[in-house]
């Protein structure tokens, strides 16, 4: 299953925190419904859907779209650095 860097966690659990998103909430990866090529979207929900992929990572639940999981699978989500800019990228795992 997909998982998080740990500083990703970190980004993500302090976003979580500022926006006071409750611990329990699950970050979801799922298509983006306008792009068919391939984008995908990250956000923090209170339920994972039915078909979601469910786990944790770096104590963050996730779910990751069942459309999506498969490609996903060995990839991992890390904070790119740009100047005082941080975003979240998919990247292949390091395990």
Known sequence: MLTLTE???TLLTQSRKNQNIP???????APA????D?????????????TDHTGESHGVPMCVA???AAALDSAQIDVQQSGNDA???IVPSSD
């Open 38 to 50: 391939g984008g995908l979207t990250l956000g923090f929900v209170e339920q994972p859907a039915p």
């Open 23 to 29: 611990d329990a909430a699950c970050l979801r990866v």
């Open 87 to 89: 975003q979240l990228v």
């Open 7 to 9: 500083s990703a966690a």
């Open 33 to 36: 419904p306008d792009n068919p």
């Open 66 to 68: 069942d459309e999506v």
